[in-house]
């Protein structure tokens, strides 16, 4: 995101959730709760597990994410407070995941860097210097998110300077701007480095190397990667088009190449906005000022998926032209490229609109990614209730988590990962006649009597509940037992 705004420490509790659980499922390492919403969990997200041989790798073919060779779609969302130097802590990354579950999230996008701060949970305060306290905290945060079902994508440098980014490292090899970023052999290295250091990491909680991890889909080159032509050093004249776009682009070359080398099973992308490359005379934000060209770009070989953000507000254009700029970068992502893609930001300004406005421009620009299949959405931000509203690009469940939730079932059944409408157990067909994910009329008589306890009794190791035990979990500890039995019983 362009963050115009300084981070803001402070928190306030002026808002209160209003999204009730249906029912609570420990988590087996976490110790916190998942909370599930009766959204059936897509095939995306893959069952919840501890154990990453569990999943597949979330891979391409053509114009579609697969995982396990089928077609996925998923309902991500970003959150900077997770990795943030002060407030990314164990307790957090639960609360918020544990809050992501809920809402039918899953996949996340987060910040695997941080250069020069100084926080307790700064990731790198030196070149090639990290903190390992940091380090563990994202190994948890890859845990966690496994334990819930919740895929991510992790950034590995940010165009902007608020978690130090690529002007810290110009800084580090005594260099002033982005231009020496991209061009000097120093600054090269050190990206380089810091990719190596990231990839090869070995989870301190599993022993797993992060690129060997399938709970992680996607790596980011930057976040919001650009060259406008006056982003050169003091003595140097301003770029003449299109030398920022081929410097920009053959560092996206070079680094998704370098990536690949180090990983040969996760996707790459840009993490770029998605502008056109054109001329002056284009409207804002396409043109020739910042170097980006979506399709160029994103036709690299080792580019895997077509990143893309929208911030009308931010680029003083109308909120309703936030279709067409969605409709159009799909479909060159599908048609003129080939690729899958996924609007990795989005968001209304909400110090400039009202919650109505937002709240209905959101859902317009869910409606058209889901009319032109968008292979991923992540709106900035979803945060707990409790944090403060830094820059008006903050989403809350109590406002708008509906929106998701309503987005979550659409992914669920484009990754066919609806509940079925019936599960054989023995000679019968056990139905969720409420729609809220457990299979109480388990005789399939079109209602909940002591038959059906009698009939889960009978069949408590029929394969259909043994391969569902989601469906059956009655008492929700996650799991199915003779208790669930008793619990069917005690609702009639």
């Given amino acids: 995101m362009t963050r ?27 110790g916190a709760a998942i909370a599930s919403t009766g959204v059936g ?62 809402l039918g999230i899953d996949l996340v996008r987060f910040w695997a860097h941080g250069e020069g701060k100084d926080g307790p949970l700064a990731l790198q305060p030196e070149p ?12 948890y945060l890859i845990e966690a998110a496994r334990e819930r ?19 810290q490292y110009a800084e580090w090899a005594g ?13 090269r290295e050190m990206y380089r480095t810091h990719v190596e250091t990231i990839l090869t990491r070995e989870n301190s909680i599993s022993g797993i190397e992060w690129r060997e991890d399938p709970t992680i889909m996607l790596w980011e080159l930057a976040n919001e990667p650009r060259l406008e032509q006056d982003d050169v050093p003091a003595d140097m004249d301003s770029l003449e088009p299109p030398e920022h776009r081929e410097i920009l682009g053959t560092w996206f070359e070079d680094m998704s190449a370098y990536v690949k080398a180090l990983d040969g099973n996760h996707l790459v992308s840009t993490g770029s906005e998605g502008h056109y490359y054109g001329t002056w005379e284009d409207e804002y934000p396409d043109g020739n000022w910042d170097g980006q060209d979506y399709v160029a770009h994103h036709s690299i070989e080792t580019i895997d998926a077509c990143s893309f953000h929208l911030y009308p507000d931010h680029w003083n254009v109308p909120l309703e032209e936030g279709a067409e700029y969605i409709r159009n970068r799909v479909v060159d992502a599908h048609e003129e490229i080939g690729k899958p893609a996924y609007l990795g930001e989005f968001n209304v300004d909400d110090t400039t609109h009202d919650l109505e406005t937002k709240n209905e421009t959101l859902a317009s620009w869910y409606d058209v990614a889901d009319e032109y299949d968008c292979n991923a959405v992540l709106p900035w931000q979803v945060v707990l209730e409790e944090t403060q509203d830094h820059d008006g690009f903050q989403l809350y469940a109590s406002e708008s988590g509906h929106l998701i939730e309503e987005y979550a079932a659409v992914v669920d059944e484009k990754s066919g990962g609806s509940d079925p409408e019936t599960i054989p157990v023995g000679e019968y067909e056990a139905r969720d006649l409420d729609d809220d994910g457990l299979y109480e009329d388990v005789n399939g008589d079109n209602e909940t009597t002591h038959g059906d306890v009698n009939a889960l009794f009978e069949h408590r190791d029929a394969d259909g509940i043994r391969n569902n035990p989601e469906q059956f979990d009655f008492d929700g500890n996650g799991r199915f037992g003779f208790s669930d039995i008793l619990a069917l019983l005690e609702e009639l």
């Fill in 41 to 102: 969990t897509a095939a995306a997200a893959a069952e919840p597990t501890t154990d990453p041989d569990d999943l597949a790798f979330v891979e391409t073919d053509g114009t579609e994410f697969v995982a396990g060779g089928e077609p996925v779609y998923f309902n991500g969302a970003n959150n900077f407070w997770i990795t943030h130097e002060y407030e990314g802590t164990r307790q957090r990354i639960d609360d918020v995941l544990d809050l992501y579950r809920e």
């Fill in 175 to 187: 260099g002033e701007s982005r231009y020496e970023f991209y061009t000097m052999d120093e600054t």
């Fill in 4 to 30: 115009n705004e300084p981070i803001a420490d402070g928190r306030t509790t002026d808002r209160t959730a209003q999204h009730t659980r249906r029912r609570v499922v420990k988590v087996i390492g976490a």
């Fill in 128 to 139: 090639g210097e990290y903190n390992e306290e940091a380090l563990q905290n994202l190994d």
């Fill in 149 to 167: 079902g919740i895929r991510l994508i992790a950034t590995l440098v940010d165009n902007w300077d608020h978690e130090g980014g690529m002007l």
